[in-house]
């Protein structure tokens, strides 16, 4: 069983910046991949960013070059630092995470960005 908590979610203007944080409950190298997701009212939950165990990233088109994925192993903790931050932006943002093929999810971090 594997446990994360998604936060820092918040208000922020557009142009803004977030960082996102998800602790996972046992070590993150045992994690193969962790990812974000995030879910707008009324649309379907989409990936917004991977990383996997050796570190290496993918990005949604949508966010490339203003997200960071970034990991921090001592901690257990993933990070997604989201800058320029866009009212499309705005979303219930959820950490996944993968191990032994069973997926387990965050319980969702809200980011709301005013325009």
């Known amino acids: 069983q594997v446990q994360l908590v998604d936060t820092g979610g918040g208000l922020v203007q557009a142009g803004g910046s977030l960082r996102l944080s998800c602790a996972a409950s046992?070590?993150?190298?045992?994690?193969?991949?962790m990812g974000w997701y995030r879910q707008a009212p009324g649309k379907q939950r989409e990936l917004v960013a991977t990383?996997?165990?050796?570190?290496?990233?993918t990005y949604a088109d949508s966010v490339k070059g203003r997200f960071t994925f970034s990991r921090d192993n001592a901690k257990n903790t993933v990070y997604l630092q989201m800058n320029s931050l866009k009212p499309d932006d705005a979303a219930v943002y959820y950490c996944?995470?993968?191990?032994?093929?069973?997926?387990?999810w965050g319980k969702g971090t809200l980011v709301t960005v005013s325009s």
């Open positions: 990383i996997t165990s050796g570190g290496s990233t």
């Open positions: 996944k995470a993968n191990i032994n093929g069973l997926d387990y």
């Open positions: 046992i070590s993150i190298f045992r994690l193969n991949v």
